[in-house]
T-cell receptor, first 109, second 115 residues
Framework: AQRVTQPEKLLSVFKGAPVELKCNYS??????LFWYVQYSRQRLQLLLR??SRESIKGFTADLNKGETSFHLKKPFAQEEDSAMYYCALSGAGSYQLTFGKGTKLSVIP | GAVVSQHPSRVICKSGTSVKIECRSL??????MFWYRQFPKQSLMLMATSNEGSKATYEQGVEKDKFLINHASLTLSTLTVTSAHPEDSSFYIC???????????FGPGTRLTVL
């Protein structure tokens, strides 16, 4: 069975500090990994996906198949980064998503 | 940009009644849409895949007679919670993939409260 694990429910960091949101997955095959973000009172939106290998809003995430991880990182947190972050996976070519439980990031001014 | 809307945004109903939730893709066509359920402080759980012109595909444990899905057009999918009970109270979210950009868009969600 496929599973996404986000071990931290809440992560608080000071502005300017580095951020790492952890995500581990289990999947038999080659999954596609995503990070979605939900700002307060807004809908879920795609932050980045592993196949794009891009940096969005200063965030990056590298797929580590050996460790089955897809941690989200940002070197310097900003107050506007405060939000709920969900790691998700899908099978190759599928749009069905399996979500982690989410991590609430709080950036302290 | 591509937008997916849901209506209503919130609904309160009495136990035993049925509630219909609409999901629309506003500027693109979606042959497939997805329905998720989110309990408070929990993750999104995929309920079913809505397929235009054919039957929906339900995830294990989701009662198809309880959660009726109709995907009548390329821009509209509806989820009807039949004979709702308090345990059906939840946040229901739909999503639709835009194939031309290989990107999935989420609706704002519908808060259902069953009294």
């Amino acid at each position: 069975a496929q599973r996404v694990t986000q071990p931290e429910k809440l992560l608080s960091v000071f502005k300017g500090a580095p951020v790492e949101l952890k995500c581990n997955y289990s999947y038999s095959g080659s999954p596609e990994l995503f990070w979605y973000v939900q700002y307060s009172r807004q809908r879920l939106q795609l932050l980045l996906r592993h196949i794009s290998r891009e940096s969005i809003k200063g965030f990056t995430a590298d797929l580590n198949k050996g460790e089955t991880s897809f941690h989200l990182k940002k070197p310097f947190a900003q107050e506007e980064d405060s939000a709920m972050y969900y790691c998700a996976l899908s099978g190759a070519g599928s749009y069905q998503l399996t979500f982690g439980k989410g991590t609430k990031l709080s950036v302290i001014p | 940009g591509a937008v997916v809307s849901q209506h209503p945004s919130r609904v309160i109903c009495k136990s035993g009644t049925s509630v219909k939730i609409e999901c629309r893709s506003l500027d693109f066509q979606a042959t497939t849409m997805f329905w998720y359920r989110q309990f408070p402080k929990q993750s999104l759980m995929l309920m079913a895949t809505s397929n235009e012109g054919s039957k929906a595909t339900y995830e294990q444990g989701v009662e198809k007679d309880k959660f009726l899905i109709n995907h009548a057009s390329l821009t509209l999918s509806t989820l009807t919670v039949t004979s709702a009970h308090p345990e059906d109270s939840s946040f229901y979210i739909c999503s639709a993939p835009r194939l031309s950009t290989d990107t999935q868009y989420f609706g704002p969600g519908t808060r259902l409260t069953v009294l």
